[in-house]
């Protein structure tokens, strides 16, 4: 996190209430949130797994190649 410069607010806020929340492989799920950065929008990623009643995040990023993620009419929300 503090290496990308992702906040933990940045991170709580894209995992409970995401832009869009699609299928990763393995059966994760990816909660995806966009963000302006210095002008620029972001598309910050976070990589979760459920267990029983818990979420537990794997990974997080921040990218700005939002086409390549984005699920236009395929959200899960």
């Known amino acids: ?26 059966g994760r799920k990816i909660a995806q949130k966009k963000y302006r950065r210095k002008g620029k929008e972001y598309l910050l990623r976070a990589v979760l797994e459920e267990h029983f009643e818990e979420t537990q995040v794997i990974t997080v990023y921040i990218t700005s190649k939002i086409d390549r993620y984005w699920k236009d009419g395929d959200n899960e929300n």
């Open 1 to 26: 996190m503090s290496r990308r410069g992702i906040g933990e607010e940045q991170i709580y806020e894209t995992v409970r209430s995401p832009d869009q929340l699609v299928q990763g492989y393995r």
